[in-house]
């Protein structure tokens, strides 16, 4: 499944972007309660420049919050970063446990992306198939560099705006690194097979492309087919980075709304969509949630 790993690559030095044409992108929310408002916006964390500037609605709303609320500011600790990563993501084994035949195939990904073997060597399985998951997109014309949560973490941190993290580094990756040798092999099997058989094409151009547009019948669509993919890797994005973190994020908007008015909270869009999706989740506990787009 395409959308497992991508969080990750969200982090490292937003670029600026050209001003552009400026129609909705991804999905906005309206939160309510005890008369603050938070405003709950769908990021994709990926990009391209044609993405930027956003819309002028939530650029003001962006403007005039006194908090930015991210799953991870990529623009903090550089260092507490790769510390995660050498934790959660690198060990000596590596990916050794490859077959030969696995082994094949994955080298041939690597000439196709130009990376070179011995620098991906040390990566874990669950890391080495994040790192060919980015590589797809990239080469479906999305950049990790451009993401959107970079984007919008640039603005605050420019504008000298308040920039809150709901997770951390460390708790994104231990999730993946609480499969099994065996589970993170399968994993990145699954991403091999997905990438070879353009599964991940499509599926980098639908996630795309209904952020882009802010399609509410294409991530509806999106929705259903993470919550029917019986995969491995699906199942885990669904079970573990969707369902398994919404709960705890919805915990923290609800903490910086009881604080702050007129806050902005952005997290991936795939969290705001779907039976247990952050909005979901905050309207079964009292919260008025209102969908702008």
């Known amino acids: 499944m395409l959308f497992c790993s991508l969080f990750l690559f969200a982090l490292g030095p937003a670029v600026a ?51 930015l609320a991210l799953e991870i500011d990529p623009l903090a600790d550089q260092q507490k970063l790769a510390r995660s990563v050498q934790q959660y993501g690198i060990s ?37 198939a994040s790192v060919l998951t980015v590589s ?33 580094p460390d708790s994104q990756m231990a999730l993946f690194d609480k499969m099994t040798p065996a589970e993170q092999l399968t994993f990145l099997q699954e991403t091999i097979a997905g990438i070879e058989d353009k599964e991940q094409a499509d599926q980098a151009r639908e996630i795309a492309e209904a952020w882009r547009h802010a399609d509410v019948k294409a991530l509806d669509a999106l929705a259903l087919k993470a919550e029917g993919d019986d995969s491995l890797s699906g199942r885990f994005m669904q079970k573990v980075l969707l369902e398994g ?49």
């Open 17 to 67: 972007v050209e001003q552009g044409a400026t129609p909705n992108r991804g999905a906005l929310f309206k939160v309510q309660q005890d008369g603050h408002t938070l405003y709950l916006f769908g990021t994709i964390h990926v990009g391209a420049r044609d993405f930027y500037p956003l819309e002028p609605r939530l650029a003001g709303l962006l403007k005039n919050a006194p908090v």
């Open 92 to 128: 000596a084994k590596g990916s050794s446990a490859l077959s030969p035949e696995w082994r094949q195939r994955l080298n041939r990904l690597l000439k196709q992306y130009n990376i070179a073997p011995e620098t991906v060597a040390p990566m874990k399985p669950w890391l080495l």
């Open 136 to 168: 797809e997109f990239g080469a479906q014309g999305y950049d990790a560099a451009l993401a959107v949560d970079a984007y919008l973490a640039k603005q605050a941190h420019d504008a000298g705006q308040k920039v809150l993290e709901l997770e951390s």
């Open 245 to 293: 973190r919404n709960p705890a994020l919805a915990d923290g908007m609800v903490k910086l709304m009881a604080r702050e008015n007129n806050s902005v909270a952005a997290i991936g869009v795939l969290h705001l969509i779907g039976k247990a999706s952050v909005p979901e989740l905050l309207r079964k506990r009292g919260l008025t949630v209102e969908r702008i787009y």
